[in-house]
């Protein structure tokens, strides 16, 4: 089982490589086109903010090759609101694989970055398979993607958005599925053992 993940300037990749080490996995870690369209999953992982991950990835002609991928492929956080297509963060074009808008926490009242453990709930497609209903997961965000027919897992801070999204091959999860032990964990195999 190949995993490539997705080098470009967003950080955080190194507790992904632990998480996938844990479940016997060892990624490749590259921005080498050919390497990550060879591979039998992609893990597009990320912290940060959007402007400078996208000109990052636009640098490498990434932005390009991710949406061309047809193997299962995994955005995490900055993942997966840089696969929608436009955030409110600094006015950024994104790569356009959902057709949805990533928008700023409205709420005043909630302190943004939400930063820590919230549950998720109404799931729907694989990467949820098997987990209980309203399950805590770890968030670190300021911006949210909208919920959708995509949507795959629901979370509530302020207002309800997408914890999850999913359309063909491409999978993406709000929270950090590596930091959020046993479930994040069982995340991580479901989208592993994607066929």
């Known amino acids: 089982m190949k ?10 990749i190194q507790s992904v490589i632990y998480a996938l080490n844990r479940l016997g996995i060892e990624p490749i870690v590259t921005d080498d086109h050919e390497v990550i369209k060879a591979a039998d ?38 993942g997966q609101q840089l696969l ?3 955030s409110e ?17 409205p709420n005043k009242n909630y302190k ?13 497609g694989k990467l949820f398979q098997g987990l209980s209903e309203n399950e805590y997961v770890y968030f670190v965000h300021s911006y949210f993607t909208e ?27 709000q929270f950090h599925p590596e930091k959020s032990s046993n479930v994040g964990s069982k995340i991580l195999k479901n989208f592993i053992e994607l066929t």
């Open 41 to 78: 999953k992609v893990i597009f992982p990320g912290v940060g903010e959007a402007n400078s991950a996208m000109r990052s990835l636009k640098s490498k002609n990434l932005d390009v090759l991710i949406p061309s991928l047809t193997q299962p492929v995994f955005g995490i956080c900055i």
């Open 112 to 124: 943004v970055p939400q930063m820590g453990w919230n549950c998720i709930h109404s799931y729907k």
């Open 84 to 86: 929608c297509k436009h």
């Open 3 to 12: 995993v490539a993940l997705i080098k470009y300037n967003a950080g955080n």
């Open 147 to 173: 919920l959708s027919d995509y949507t795959t897992a629901v979370a509530d801070y302020s207002v309800p958005f997408s914890a999850g999204l999913e359309k063909n091959n491409f999978y993406a999860a």
């Open 89 to 105: 963060e600094n006015d950024t074009k994104c790569i356009g694989v959902y057709d949805l808008e990533v928008k700023k926490f």
